[in-house]
């Protein structure tokens, strides 16, 4: 018991090292003066900027296939940002995080909530991810992995 439990600690920790790996390398930060204030006005313009109702309507329209090249985006920036929890490729357990092959894809409205807003202990990537990215993650998701034809 001790070792299966073992193996499967030291095949999260590859899994999460192979996330990292994917991750883009980070900007160094600007240096701070001393008269800066706490809360720059830049530090607020980094977000990405509200999404239009007429995107997200587009996002809700059912679509027989996604545009071209949008699963490929949608599988690169899952294992950028989702693999570390939800599992590569989509596949995990189901115990601690949602296991998204389950994910129905007829609700995309509530995909767009859980991953704007958060759920649980997950957190909300509106101020990390903009809508193409996330239109993009629902287009790998929503195929539940699988290339669509």
Same mark, same amino acid.
Request: charged share 20%; hydrophobic share 40%; net charge positive.
């Given at each position: 018991?001790?070792?299966?439990?073992?193996?499967?600690?030291?095949?999260?920790?590859?899994?999460?090292?192979?996330?990292?790996?994917?991750?883009?390398?980070?900007?160094?930060? =600007?240096?701070? +003066?001393?008269?800066?204030?706490?809360?720059?006005? $830049?530090?607020?313009?980094?977000?990405?900027?509200?999404?239009?109702?007429?995107?997200?309507?587009?996002?809700?329209?059912?679509?027989?296939?996604?545009?071209?090249?949008?699963?490929?985006?949608?599988? +690169?920036?899952?294992?950028? +940002?989702?693999?570390?929890?939800?599992?590569?490729?989509?596949?995990? $357990?189901?115990? +601690?995080?949602?296991?998204?092959?389950?994910?129905? =894809?007829?609700?995309?409205?509530?995909?767009? $909530?859980?991953?704007?807003?958060?759920?649980?202990?997950?957190?909300?990537?509106?101020?990390?991810?903009?809508?193409?990215?996330?239109?993009?993650?629902?287009?790998?998701?929503?195929?539940?992995?699988?290339? =669509?034809?």
């Amino acid at each position: 018991m001790r070792e299966a439990r073992v193996r499967r600690q030291a095949s999260l920790a590859r899994a999460a090292l192979a996330a990292v790996a994917l991750l883009p390398a980070a900007a160094p930060a =600007p240096a701070e +003066t001393a008269a800066a204030p706490a809360l720059a006005p $830049a530090a607020a313009s980094t977000a990405p900027p509200a999404t239009p109702p007429d995107e997200i309507a587009r996002l809700l329209e059912p679509g027989p296939v996604p545009a071209p090249g949008e699963f490929d985006r949608g599988r +690169t920036q899952y294992h950028r +940002t989702c693999a570390p929890c939800h599992g590569l490729n989509l596949v995990n $357990a189901g115990v +601690t995080t949602y296991d998204l092959r389950r994910f129905p =894809p007829d609700q995309p409205e509530r995909f767009l $909530a859980s991953v704007s807003k958060g759920k649980g202990n997950m957190p909300a990537w509106e101020n990390a991810l903009d809508f193409d990215q996330i239109k993009a993650l629902w287009a790998y998701v929503s195929n539940h992995g699988r290339r =669509p034809e």
